[in-house]
């Protein structure tokens, strides 16, 4: 079993920055890949950014230059800083990770965008 818990989350205006947490219950190198998803209301879940144990990263178009996903393997935790923030980067944002065959996800934390 793996547990993901989130953090971070928040209110902040546009162009403001927040950096979101996702502290796992083991070691991340035992993951394929780890990301970090968001769903908006009415909006299917989509993925934002991930890093593969090898530390290749990926970036959804809307979030490039913009977000940067890191992990911390000593406390295995991975990280989303986001910077540049617009109001349609409100959501909630939800740690996925690979294990073997299996997703784990996290509770979610809501991020919203607004002045």
């Known amino acids: 079993q793996v547990q993901l818990v989130e953090s971070g989350g928040g209110l902040v205006q546009p162009g403001g920055s927040l950096r979101l947490s996702c502290a796992a219950s083991r070691s991340i190198f035992s993951f394929a890949f780890m990301g970090w998803y968001r769903q908006a209301p009415g909006k299917q879940r989509e993925l934002v950014a991930r890093i593969t144990s090898g530390g290749t990263t990926n970036y959804v178009d809307s979030v490039k230059g913009r977000f940067t996903i890191s992990r911390d393997n000593a406390n295995n935790t991975v990280y989303l800083q986001m910077n540049s923030l617009k109001p349609e980067d409100t959501a909630v944002y939800y740690c996925?990770?690979?294990?073997?065959?299996?997703?784990?996800w996290g509770q979610g934390t809501q991020v919203t965008v607004s002045s």
């Open positions: 996925n990770a690979l294990f073997v065959a299996d997703h784990y």
